[in-house]
């Protein structure tokens, strides 16, 4: 059960520096082909949203059909044990929401990347006119 969240938790992690060598300053024939590299990678890379979103459908399904202790029969260590699984839930949520912001930031800063450049080569072909 626990593989699924370390997965995630690495790809979220591999999102998080992709993004910030996206962002970090660079000479243009570099940033140029680290671009096409991860514009490459995105397409395959996709299977993090369905995936994130199928966590967070069954985050919500355990959420609805989850025993609440909240009578005075509980014992402390059974309202422990789920406020410890409501914690570990919530960060989960926000793994599953940080997989997917991260994934469409790489799509958008890629894009407008690639539109620069399409624009450049516009503005390079009137200067020669």
Known sequence: ??????????VVAAE????????????KLLKTRFVSLISL????????????GFQ??????????????????????????S???LYKAQRNV??????????WCIYRICKYYKDIESLEEVEKRFKEE
């Open 41 to 52: 990678i995105l397409q395959p890379a996709l299977f993090v949203v369905p995936f994130a």
């Open 83 to 85: 406020e410890k699984s």
């Open 1 to 10: 059960m626990a593989l699924q969240w370390m997965i995630l938790t690495y």
């Open 16 to 27: 998080a520096a992709i993004a910030l060598l996206l962002t970090l300053p660079a000479p």
């Open 94 to 103: 926000i793994l599953c929401s940080a997989a997917c912001l991260l994934y």
């Open 56 to 81: 967070l459908l069954d985050i919500y399904w355990k959420m609805e059909h989850r025993l609440t202790c909240t009578s005075d029969i509980c014992t402390a260590a059974e309202r422990d044990r």
